[in-house]
């Protein structure tokens, strides 16, 4: 069983930054396609960004390409989201999620084709 455990959110500003974190209970990153996922009240989940197992390739939301990163730490077992220009668009509750790489069927922002989650992380940003 994969844990997945977010943190880093919190309340800023527009145009400041937030790093979130989604830590690992296992060596998921070497194996797993992981992936961001946000949600704001009222909508649909929504893929943010997406990274293929040891960072081979990196997917974007059109919407925050050129702000946001994802990248991950192989040694840390740790996931991360670097947001930076933040908008006020941009709040909701982002989540962290993982798939085995051979489940993985290339819909990255699809959140079916991930079968773990993490809780949340509340990210809030005010104009």
């Known amino acids: 069983q994969v844990q997945l455990v977010e943190s880093g959110g919190g309340s800023v500003e527009a145009g400041g930054s937030l790093r979130l974190s989604c830590a690992a209970s296992?060596?998921?990153?070497?194996?797993?396609?992981m992936a961001w996922f946000r949600q704001a009240p009222g909508k649909e989940r929504e893929g943010v960004a997406a990274i293929t197992p040891g960072g081979g390739s990196t997917f974007y939301a059109d919407s925050v390409k050129g702000r946001f990163t994802i990248s991950q730490d192989i040694v840390k077992i740790t996931l991360y989201l670097q947001m930076n220009s933040l908008k006020p668009e941009d709040t909701a509750l982002y989540y962290c999620?993982?798939?085995?790489?051979?489940?993985?069927?290339?819909?990255?922002?699809?959140?079916?084709?991930?079968?773990?989650w993490g809780q949340g992380t509340q990210v809030t940003v005010s104009s």
């Open positions: 296992r060596s998921t990153i070497s194996t797993y396609c």
């Open positions: 999620a993982a798939v085995p790489i051979y489940k993985f069927g290339g819909r990255w922002s699809d959140p079916y084709e991930y079968n773990y």
